[in-house]
């Protein structure tokens, strides 16, 4: 069976015919069009310098290298004047180019920036649900590569095209007014050429999506692998991996030479078509030269023309190519685009101006996925001040309970809410502000534990300090060599899981909640981290709404029901000593020390 590792879309390249899909893209572009429209002008402008360039090599040659009828003085000061004629427009047609590059290369970005945004701001106001169908790698992807694609295109590929197109078209011109039969000559090799350039596109599509696929493979395998390094070393599979890893790299390799063949195969071709053409040219030119039907000029700018018309004609196929991954990347940003995973939203939001905290799930049905509820039909009422612990085993529904309240999630039927009112009934940034959550895992960001702490809220100096105390970070803070302003690495890898946890109760205690919901760490931590946490949960939870997944004996007896949950519903609640001495579920779990 063939592994994907999960990247099955890296196989789809964009079809070039997609009118709905250029459509798309044009509409992207069309904010830009002051810079389009200039880099299509400029494109005239360094096609005019290009084309003008044989032409006056033919003056040169015709006008006074071989025109014996001119003294020498006056040939050498008509070379003079058009050698100078001749840097004047390659410098002309320089500066032109550059500045048609600095254009695209600023259109494309700025295009490619507002995309970047407008596809950010659409992922934040996405679902939960959504998040959990599709991997954090994949979204990163749509962000960075799959734009970066498209950047490609709008900047390396779309107006250069049309530069070549009216290359193309200005040399056929002006071959055919300098030498109407030497340029039907030369015109008998475009249907060859163009041939030639179709098979090798279609071999290409294959070639590189066969590449495309093959390297993502390899990439989604050494993530894989370097994120699970301990357990490979820990059961002894270096081997294997070694293997596999060899066996992916070498179809990759393979389809890697694959491709060099054909790229080998086409640019000779190319190649020796033109070589024919130059062939047949001097042929036919040296035979008219001495009919006296034609000068030694014409026939150099026809051969110089000649070079000109073939070398967009060896680039079209790699064009192709990008294109191609291009379109596949814009199909793949469109798609993410038009999803649709948003949570409804009231039409008429509530803020109350005051929160008691008062919970209320009112038969309650939720499942993550179609016709596998976790919860059913699940009722529960939580008192204004009231500390509610939720026991259980994995699977249970506990974390599920939390999801509902911070609407990550609406409930499939029932209602959730809060001081009497629906949470959909209720502004979601609102809501956000009136509930506190303290994870497992706490998210550090990469900057200062003062940031970290205030996040996006404004605090002056004492009253942080006064949240410190309270959180039992005073300490911690005054043994860092820069107090708040030290900085933490991303993922809070320089942080102990305990000093994690205090920063998280620190952030609680600056927005002030009325709801914390608390789910305790199960990791384990030293006794002063221990302690510490201890007087900071006990800060945290007075006088406030509080949901705790509770995984310490001691969190639990504090609590003033406790709720114990076995496959989505409640099979038994009350406080410590009266579920111990019912001896159920509760009394089980505590005896095997299994409190989570």
Request: charge should be neutral; hydrophobic fraction near 50%.
């Amino acid at each position: 069976m063939r592994n994907d590792y999960g990247y099955f879309e890296e196989d789809q390249l964009g079809r070039v015919g997609d009118a709905r899909l250029w459509r798309r893209i044009i509409l992207l572009g069309l904010p830009e069009w002051p810079g389009i429209v200039l880099a299509v002008l400029l494109s005239f402008l360094v096609v005019g310098c290009g084309l003008a360039l044989p032409y006056l090599l033919r003056l040169v040659i015709d006008d006074f290298v071989v025109n014996t009828a001119l003294g020498q003085a006056e040939r050498l000061a008509g070379i003079a004047r058009l050698a100078g004629l001749f840097l004047l427009v390659m410098a002309a047609g320089f500066i032109v180019n550059f500045c048609q590059v600095l254009v695209l290369a600023w259109t494309g970005q700025k295009i490619m920036h507002r995309m970047r945004q407008m596809l950010f701001n659409h992922l934040l106001g996405l679902n939960m649900r959504f998040f959990n169908n599709n991997p954090g790698g994949k979204l990163v992807t749509r962000l960075t590569n799959d734009i970066q694609n498209m950047n490609e295109m709008f900047t390396s590929v779309i107006v250069t095209l049309f530069n070549d197109f009216i290359n193309l078209t200005g040399i056929l011109a002006v071959l055919f007014w300098m030498n109407w039969r030497l340029a039907l000559l030369m015109a008998a090799l475009v249907p060859l050429v163009v041939g030639n350039t179709i098979w090798f596109s279609r071999l290409s599509r294959e070639a590189f999506r066969a590449i495309r696929t093959h390297l993502a493979r390899i990439n989604a395998f050494l993530q894989e692998s370097l994120a699970g390094i301990a357990i490979i070393q820990l059961f002894l599979r270096e081997p294997e991996t070694e293997a596999s890893f060899k066996k992916l790299d070498h179809e990759y390799y393979e389809k890697s030479l694959y491709q060099i063949k054909i790229f080998g195969m086409f640019m000779p071709l190319i190649e020796l078509l033109g070589a024919v053409a130059i062939g047949a040219i001097i042929w036919y030119g040296g035979v008219q030269i001495m009919a006296g039907a034609m000068t030694i000029g014409v026939l150099v700018a026809f051969l110089s023309y000649m070079r000109l018309f073939f070398q967009p004609l060896k680039e079209l196929s790699q064009k192709y190519a990008i294109v191609q991954s291009a379109l596949a990347s814009a199909e793949r940003i469109f798609e993410l685009q038009d999803s649709r995973a948003l949570l409804p939203a009231a039409a008429n939001p509530q803020r109350p101006a005051h929160c008691r905290g008062r919970i209320e799930f009112a038969r309650v049905g939720f499942g993550y996925a179609p016709g596998q509820p976790v919860l059913k039909d699940f009722s529960l009422t939580i008192e204004p001040g009231e500390i509610l612990a939720i026991v259980g085993a994995t699977g249970s529904g506990k974390s599920t309970v939390i999801n509902l309240l911070e609407r990550f999630y609406d409930p499939d039927q029932g209602r959730v809410l809060l001081d009497g009112v629906d949470l959909r009934d209720l502004d979601p940034e609102w809501l956000r502000s009136q509930i506190g959550l303290v994870m497992q895992d706490v998210f550090v960001l990469s900057g200062t534990i003062r940031e970290n702490i205030l996040l996006d809220s404004h605090l002056d100096d004492a009253g942080l300090q006064a949240i410190l105390a309270r959180a039992q970070l005073q300490d911690f803070v005054a043994r860092l060599p820069e107090g708040l302003d030290t900085k933490v690495g991303e993922g809070g890898r320089d942080l102990s899981a305990g000093e994690r946890q205090l920063l998280a109760f620190a952030r609680l205690l600056v927005r002030d909640c009325r709801v914390l919901i608390l789910d305790e760490a199960t990791s384990s931590v030293d006794a002063e981290s221990e302690m510490y946490i201890e007087q900071a949960t006990r800060a945290s939870l007075a006088g406030r709404t509080s949901i705790i997944i509770a995984h310490r004996l001691s969190t639990v007896r504090r609590a003033d029901r406790i709720l114990v949950m076995e496959k989505g519903e409640i099979i038994e609640q009350g406080s410590h000593a009266q579920l111990v001495a019912a001896h159920g579920q509760y009394y089980r779990l505590l005896e095997s020390g299994n409190g989570s």
